[in-house]
């Protein structure tokens, strides 16, 4: 049998605590009571009803004043709090609202409408209640969803790279992936869909299906990255656009391919130590009729690394622009250079950013090995 709803009663007057609790109990709801504000506060932590019937005039702490507290405490603010109070002009109810209240009763109350306002306002918070539990559940099924089509520890280790993800919410309009291409041969992917959460986590499957169709070896690069652009017109909304860069990694000859579509630059480490950015002059994706793509080619050698990573990473750093940022990932790579592969990237992360609860955006951060 479900509890019945706890209406906390706070009022300095026994005689009308007595009389609202007798309402109250005929209609078979629980109550609490309290005779003034520090004591409701106390009860609302240790035992917290399903709502508060609160009187404005009490000695020392005013209604008002105690329903400031509780709307202003994370775990008290969802209760439903309805003043009694003989105080019935206009600015004395304007204020109650104001301060949180949900509804404003005069005194003497009628039972009548008492119990009418509780039964409305019971019902309210059980439908809100209702609908974050929905929401949580659907971004819960959505989270699991995205965590199953990301690249999983086996695919990286064959690809010879590791990988630190970290959505600022529970689904992340970042996105990245590893692509095997021909034997020797692998596509590094990362993208950025402009803004984050559910609206932008739904273009990443999508992505993800576009990379794989061109994943042979008949696909160029620019083919890929064009692929997506022109599918990302049609599905992305007004000032919506998506940042990637795709670096293609061909073992066999040591030749790496990279486009970035208006995203941070590929920071290439060499076995010395020495840094390299390889920014190329490509438009981000879903925005023009005629992107402009351009790629640049270069050969590796062992020892080196390279690191794609999402916009994230090197902004919002304390004390510093984008470009301080990225000088600072550049710092970091190079300091993690000797790191195991798959520890890399979360050294990495961590070196720029010791604080992950004060993230602003999602992070992603890829390192490869270039010839293991």
Known sequence: MKAAPAILIVDDTPFNVELLQAVL?????????????????????????????????????????????????PATDDIPIIFLSALDDVQNKVTGLKAGGVDYISKPVDAREMLARVRVHLRMRERNRALVEEHRRRLAELHSAQQAILVGAEECAEAACGVYFRPLEDVSGDFFDVIPIAPGVFAYFVADVSGHGVSASFLTAAVK????????????????????????????GEEQYLTACYARLNRQTRQLSVI?????????????????ILQTDSEPLGVFSSTVLQRKELQVAPGDRFFLY???????????????????????CIDHRAAPLAEAPTRIARQLRPDAQAITDDLVLMAVEACP
Do not use: N, W
């Open 209 to 236: 299906a576009l990379l794989r169709q061109y994943a042979g070896p008949v696909f160029s690069p620019e083919d890929a990255m064009r692929g997506v652009d022109s599918v990302m017109r049609q599905m992305l």
């Open 25 to 73: 109990a005929a209609e078979g709801f629980r109550t609490l009571e309290a005779g003034d504000g520090p004591t409701a506060v106390e009860i609302c932590h240790r035992d917290p009803p399903d709502l508060v019937l609160l009187d404005v005039v009490m000695p020392g702490e005013s209604g008002f004043e105690t329903c400031a507290r509780l709307k202003s405490d």
């Open 260 to 276: 970035s579509a208006g995203h941070p630059p590929l920071i290439l480490v060499d076995r010395a130590g020495h840094a390299e």
């Open 310 to 332: 999402s916009d994230g990473l090197i902004e919002s750093l304390p004390g510093g622009a984008r470009q301080s940022g990225l000088a600072r990932l550049v710092e970091a």
